[in-house]
């Protein structure tokens, strides 16, 4: 009879043991939550961001902490800007009423006109209404920026100042402020923005040679969609100095797509995210829970069998569930591939379909078996046309080899191009036999392979 109260009183130990929730250990203050949400900002978890910044909105207004409050309010604009511009507008102009009823910091004055003034911008663009308030938000920042000589906000703001010129279709404006920003000191830090609007302005011109001077001197990095930007543009140009109107308007219908599966990537890292987030959470309220389960293995030995069953029950479970994410991960990332490839096709026919377009290449195809001679300038065509689709392929291969000879580099042109040993043999007045030897003196010559089962193909596609 005592054994079995004994157990049944072990029992109720345990169930109120278990159904205790999770207390806090201190509250969350409003600059902590700011710092969670940039962190989840940075993952690209969009979602979660905008969730902490509205807390931190609420906490910062609640502690009077200011500061953090016109912060999180420039931040949670930011990070719907793309979806929501008018609620972005909105939010900042809340963000500087709170600034200038609680001024601190100029410089961060600055930042929020500049982006308010963006924002206006971007709603004006949309809705094609008027630039003043955009205007006006960024001359106040410029004026501001210039009378305390904060050389990286002028050239923030001027840069501003040419995207809203450019969405007007003030063109030749666009270029004079961006000429401006470029010209002023410590402008390293939007240098990359300042050349994108000077290019896309050149290229709204027409000025095509300008255009694409700039964007060649943009450095992507390891910015994968600023490439992406940089390398359809230059497209573009090519096809519009082909005079191939409605081939550039498929272009743009094709990179759309190619940026579609970019931003559909980012919200498949996003739910990524999230899953791992609240799988951080389930684990510390399984921690939790076996501290819970070893306090009471203090008070009740005899429970601990049945403890331990649940343990490895749970874990089991775990086990399980993280397998299944981790298939459900692994095809989520062949998906990921297989849309890759599909962008890979498109870049490839259309790189084809430029060739295809040129005069030259029409004139080697339709030659037949007669000899073949190419004018200087159709050589420079040629070779200028390849280095604007094939990321500057033979620009890069004269600037390794400098001694390498003009007959190599026009050798190397035709092999590009995929042309038959007979037709470059007709082009060189030669047999096929001498070119195919020609071909192997350059690989081994020039680029010091000796691989016989290597070609010259493989090498200039590797370069």
Known sequence: MFTRSLYIFIIGILMVACSQQQQKSDSQTAARCLEEAETALANDSIRQGETLLRKAIQLSEASEDWHTNYIAHQRLAEAISQSNPEEALRLMKKALTVYEQHPDDERNYVILLDYAGTY????????????????????????????????????????????IAWAKEDYRQALDYAHQ??????????????????????????????????????????????????????????????????????????????????????????????????????????????????????????????????????????????EQEKRQLQQEAEHQKTLLHQANEVVTFLQGFILERTEVLKKLNQSGDSLIYLTPHEWSEIERTLNAIDDNRFAKIREQYPNMQEDDIRLCILTRLGLSNRTIGNIYCITISAVQHRKLKLKKDVFGESNPDITLEQILNSR
């Open 120 to 163: 206006a911008a971007q709603l004006a663009f949309i809705t094609e209404g008027s630039y003043d308030e955009a205007t006006d938000f960024t001359n106040r920042a410029y004026a501001i920026a210039k009378e305390k000589q904060m050389k990286d906000m002028m050239c923030q703001t001027l840069t501003s100042l040419a995207n």
């Open 181 to 322: 920003a470029l010209a002023t000191e410590n402008a390293e830090g939007t240098e990359s923005g300042t050349l994108q609007v000077l290019a896309r302005s050149y290229f709204s011109l027409n000025m095509l040679d300008s255009a694409e001077t700039v964007y060649r001197q943009i450095d992507t990095g390891d910015d994968v969609h600023l490439a992406y930007i940089v390398q359809s543009n230059l497209a573009k140009i090519a096809l519009r100095r082909l005079g191939a109107t409605e081939v550039e308007d498929s272009v743009d219908e094709a990179f759309l797509q190619i940026e579609d599966f970019y931003y559909k990537a980012l919200e498949q890292k996003d739910q990524y995210y999230q899953a791992s987030l609240k799988q951080e959470m389930e684990n510390q309220q399984l921690e939790y829970r076996s501290k819970m389960y070893g306090r009471t293995l203090l008070i009740a030995i005899i429970a601990s069998g049945i403890i331990l069953l649940a343990v490895v029950l749970a874990l089991r479970y775990r086990i399980r569930m993280q």
